[in-house]
């Protein structure tokens, strides 16, 4: 069973930085198109980002603040939060964009002064 473990979250004023990662046990990991939702209390889970051979998606309210990466050798998803807003508050999980793994713990990530 394929395992999802996300990290890096936080509780952090507005205007801070974060960088959160997700690593995962999956062999083919590197062919994956892979992304990050994020899901605030009494809300549906969102589609934050995601990346892949076809190229990098942002969800429109964090383009030039949020930037996905990863590291292929290591089975890695990154995603760098900046310039935080109270509305980024939300745990963030990572998964693969096509059909899915069981979803992790996440990581909770905080944005308030």
């Known amino acids: 069973q394929v395992q999802v473990v996300e990290s890096g979250g936080g509780l952090v004023q507005p205007g801070g930085s974060l960088k959160l990662s997700c690593v995962v046990s999956e062999s083919y990991f590197s062919i994956l198109t892979m992304g990050w939702w994020r899901q605030a209390s009494g809300n549906e889970r969102e589609l934050v980002a995601h990346?892949?051979?076809?190229?990098?998606y942002y969800k429109d309210s964090v383009k030039g603040r949020f930037t996905i990466s990863r590291d292929d050798a290591k089975n890695t998803l990154y995603l760098e939060l900046n310039s935080l807003k109270p509305e980024d508050t939300a745990v963030y999980y990572c998964n693969k964009v096509i059909g899915k793994f069981n979803w992790g713990q996440g990581t909770q990530v905080t944005v308030s002064s």
């Open positions: 990346m892949g051979r076809s190229g990098v």
